[in-house]
């Protein structure tokens, strides 16, 4: 009695997951299927916008176009991610993480926000045609030569043969072209 009991017992479970197998199968082909024509398309996307913004871009803004392809492949990878998921039949974990991965981004970008304004700023440093390389300039009562102009941080030579280190956001606003 017991004995049937427990054979009727395991017999069920060991139906019940090979039921579960097998709707599980298909789902995971497509999750599959779909993670390598994903890679592919992502990684031809990738080159596509990065041969496109290196025509237009110029050579020594390389940094802007890195950038620029970095987030757009983070953000379609995350998308892929998602993706997989609800096709695995997790839908319901693709939206709780989509949304939890929200509000991480938005404590991250304030944690960081003088680092993205500091990357903003140095894009438009990159960009403007008068503010390059060599230019003699003064910066914040510092009178010297561009001598890098980097995402984060622009490099200063002074007169004296000193190197002065100032963040974009303090360079982007405040910089005066010297004639002499």
Known sequence: ????????????TVN???AGFEAAVPRLISAVVFVLLAYAG?????????RFLDGVIADREALVVQLFVTVVGIFLWFGAGLA???????????????????????????????????????VYLLRDPDFEVGDRVEVAGIVGSVEAIELRKSRFERENGDTTVLANRDVESKWTKRAD
């Open 42 to 50: 992502i990684r031809i996307a990738l080159a596509i916008l990065r």
């Open 16 to 18: 019940d997951m090979a």
């Open 84 to 122: 997989t998921l609800k096709i695995a039949g997790l839908g319901e974990i693709a939206a709780s993480l989509g949304t939890a991965v929200g509000f991480i981004a938005l404590g991250v970008s304030y944690a960081l926000s003088e680092m993205i304004e500091d990357t903003v700023a140095g």
């Open 1 to 12: 009695m017991v004995v049937d009991y427990f054979l009727g017992v395991l017999e069920k």
